[in-house]
């Protein structure tokens, strides 16, 4: 199987991201709340940028956004949010590539990472983002709830992506394999 290329999200691409985020949802609950536009949420209103991970047929299996945080964090961070891996293309790092392409273009661009994620401690996101570096600030109140009106907490985790010289300037990370 060949390695996918990993570039910037178009919009030609919305269908088919909405096509594999919904078999996401139906398999790991991933968005917890099914949106009601899921083109739009695919869109957040601070989005910089998004990618997708593309088979060479051109078929979309993993994406992934960047976008600017609420006003109360650093203006250093930027939010990775909207990732997620088709379910029948995992297991071939994907999740791993998409993260690390955007670890890159953070740290070109000197930005460290933050990242939310629903606080349940056995869940696959949580064990695969805290073996994958991603360090655990701290846990909030969601200001949305489950489907059925239940509180959500979220954890709240960071990832530096910003090399430092000895002047403190900002470093390129080595540049990995997938394309832009």
């Known amino acids: 199987m060949s390695r996918p290329t990993i570039r910037i ?7 088919q991201c909405v096509q594999v985020l919904q078999a996401v949802h139906e398999t790991d609950a991933y968005p917890l709340n ?7 949420w695919l869109n957040p209103p601070r989005l910089l940028q998004a990618w997708i991970a593309e088979e060479a047929q051109g ?9 600017r945080p609420h006003s109360e964090t650093p203006a250093r ?3 990775l949010s909207r990732l997620f891996v088709a379910p ?24 460290d ?12 996101a949580v064990a695969f983002y805290e073996a994958t570096g ?3 600030t701290h846990t909030t ?40």
């Open 9 to 15: 999200r178009r919009v030609t691409d919305l269908d």
């Open 34 to 40: 099914w949106p009601t536009d899921p083109r739009n």
């Open 59 to 67: 078929r979309v299996n993993g994406h992934v956004a960047v976008q």
């Open 77 to 79: 961070h930027v939010e």
């Open 88 to 111: 029948a293309a995992r297991r071939r790092s994907l999740a791993s590539a998409l993260i690390d392409h955007v670890r890159t273009w953070a740290a070109e661009h000197g930005y």
């Open 113 to 124: 990472l933050t990242l939310n994620v629903t606080d349940e401690h056995r869940s696959a």
């Open 134 to 136: 991603w360090r655990h």
């Open 141 to 180: 109140d969601a200001d949305w709830t489950t489907p059925d009106g239940k509180p959500v907490k979220l954890r709240h985790y960071i990832l530096t992506s910003r090399m430092s010289d000895t002047d403190g300037a900002p470093q390129r990370l080595p540049s990995t394999k997938t394309t832009k």
